[in-house]
């Protein structure tokens, strides 16, 4: 068994641009930026407006997102006071009833954190990421974590396959107190600019969903239907309807000194933890007229000679080329949302040689794309989500959102509807996503209403590499609480997942934000496993 921490968490940012090089990435800083202060400052990061119903719903979604209380931190605390990883150990529990492990049964793991004096951790919120892998069967499954809240961790397995098997944990540090800091202080960290122009007069100004300021300062921009809020400083020369482009503006944050030396590579990021006692086991078939252990360890599924098998039911087929096509024959696919389903659409264009692409001379971040498959009669739209995005610069009226353009589309049985919403929301207030969710739901569930046999697959957040830059602005911690609360508010609506965060974490490939082509195959089969359950082509 191998255990390896990696500690996703902030870093401090110098007043000047260079590059950093550490062997976790290469990443170049922006200069950090001042805002004037500005008086009598009014937060638009309010939320007053919300129905007593959407109030409720925020109240039960803060509870699915409850994190264990991690220390405060002095202004001269100690690193020696923190999470160690070397110092770190996890045991493998023997088994219940004793005996060989066998095909079925539950994989206990115990995990104790222990600081730089080699101390135990008296209190919980370390994030864990565990995984069981085999690389001779290409083998893989997520784990599942639980914190005691004392410095001690389990990770259960369900263990679904023969043979030899390992345990990898991904952890970053304590500093989640530092994250829920920055969340709470610095939600404007990520800032974006707008130009608005008017003849040969032409200003650019800041923009986002949470400013300070006085109001008179502002131009609303909130969406009418959505009711989705959207604000940026005014331009001294020119009105507010002379905004003609959205994009990202940069990055900005302050760390205290003592901060810093949280977010060390190599000390606590991306460290592995070390075994106490035997790093593998062996797993026996299991006998036919035996019966696996009762688990609690529930994966969407696992992989096994390189191919996902769902856990939920669903028959994952494997698909070329020639079999995508077949599928999707007569079928309008239409792509909502971030980079990493504008991935899926690059797939499906490079992967069908008929499929071919028309220039609508638009973003190729946020688009919108075409594709159309003239003789399958097959058509494969891109539209990005609407702003937070972090893109380049696009039109405005380009700037569509999700649960507007659900609203417009017809649906049937020959249309596929794919949602993924979530990488561009991790610095502000979870709010402001639930929110978001909240409207594409509402309107998922109208397209339903009027076009029930319409396929609706949701694409899940990830985990990814870490960069210094990422674990400010885009920490796993980050995308897992958005995560919980993406399934949630889908829970009980007449979706299908596509589970990116397990395919990505049991798989032996680095985490990326972007994965690489097998895991994303792997996500476009269980796509089209949705669309056409019954493969007989």
């Known amino acids: 068994l191998f255990f390896s921490f990696s500690f996703f968490v902030p870093f401090f ?12 990435k290469t990443f170049p800083f922006q200069n950090k930026v001042s805002l004037k202060p500005t008086a009598q400052p009014v937060s638009t990061c309010s939320f007053d407006l919300l129905s007593p119903e959407e109030l409720l719903v925020f109240d039960s979604l803060r509870d699915v997102i409850l994190w264990p209380e991690t220390p405060s931190l002095k202004s001269n605390f100690s690193l020696n006071d923190t999470s160690d990883p070397r110092q770190s150990s996890f045991t493998i529990l023997p ?11 539950q994989l206990h793991v115990s995990i104790r954190i222990r600081d730089f004096h080699g101390r135990p951790k008296k209190s919980g919120g370390d994030v864990l990421l565990a995984r069981l892998h085999n690389s001779t069967f290409h083998a893989g ?9 004392n410095g001690s961790y389990s990770a259960f397995f369900s263990l679904l396959w023969e043979g030899r098997a390992q345990v990898e944990v991904i952890h970053p540090s304590e500093a989640v107190t530092v994250l829920q800091k920055l969340t709470e202080e610095q939600p404007d960290r990520i800032y974006f600019n707008s ?5 040969s007069v032409s200003e650019t100004t800041i923009c986002n969903v949470c400013l300070t300021g006085t109001q008179q300062n502002f131009c609303k921009y909130t969406d009418l239907r959505t009711g989705e809020p959207w604000f ?20 900005r944050q302050n760390l205290q000194a003592t901060e810093e030396k949280l977010f060390q590579c190599g000390v606590n990021m991306k460290v592995s933890i070390p075994a106490l006692g035997p790093e593998n086991i062996d797993v026996l078939p299991n006998p036919k007229d035996g019966k696996g252990m009762t688990v609690k360890a529930r994966p969407s599924g696992y992989y096994y000679k390189g191919a996902w098998q769902a856990l939920d039911g669903t028959r994952v087929h494997q698909f070329n080329s020639s079999t995508i096509s077949q599928c999707l024959k007569g079928k309008a696919v239409h792509i909502y949302g971030d980079s990493t389903v504008r991935q899926w659409y690059e797939y499906l264009t490079n992967s069908l040689p008929d499929l071919k692409e028309f220039d609508l001379l638009t973003s190729k971040q946020s688009g919108p794309l075409m594709a159309l498959d003239y003789v399958n009669k097959i058509l494969v739209t891109f539209r990005s989500h ?6 380049a610069s696009s039109p405005v009226s380009q700037l569509h959102y999700v649960a507007n353009e659900l609203d417009s589309v017809i649906g049937g049985t020959n249309t596929v509807v794919v949602i993924g919403v979530w990488s561009h929301f991790s610095t502000f207030p979870v709010e402001v996503y639930i929110r978001r969710l909240l409207n594409i739901r509402k309107a998922v569930v109208r397209l339903l209403s009027r076009a029930p046999g319409t396929t609706v697959v949701i694409r899940t957040a990830n985990p990814k590499e870490m960069t210094l830059y990422e674990s400010l602005t885009n920490s796993d911690w980050f995308s897992l609480q ?22 990505i974490l049991a798989h032996h490939l680095p985490h990326k934000l972007h994965p690489e082509s097998d895991i994303v195959k792997n996500m476009i089969d269980v796509l089209l496993s949705f669309v056409c359950p019954v493969a007989d082509f």
């Open 13 to 24: 940012l110098l007043a000047y641009p260079f590059v950093l090089h550490i062997n976790c």
């Open 482 to 503: 958005r995560d919980k609360i993406l399934r949630e508010i889908f829970r009980k609506t007449n979706v299908r997942l596509v589970d990116a965060w397990e395919m």
């Open 95 to 105: 088994r219940t009833g004793r005996g060989n492990w066998r095909v079925g049964d």
């Open 232 to 251: 940026c400083f005014k331009p001294h020369k020119l009105d507010c309807d002379a905004r003609i482009s959205h994009a990202k503006g940069g990055f």
């Open 141 to 149: 499954v997520a784990g599942h974590v639980v914190d005691h809240r």
């Open 195 to 199: 130009l608005f122009q008017s003849g």
């Open 386 to 391: 609407g702003p937070p995005i972090r893109f």
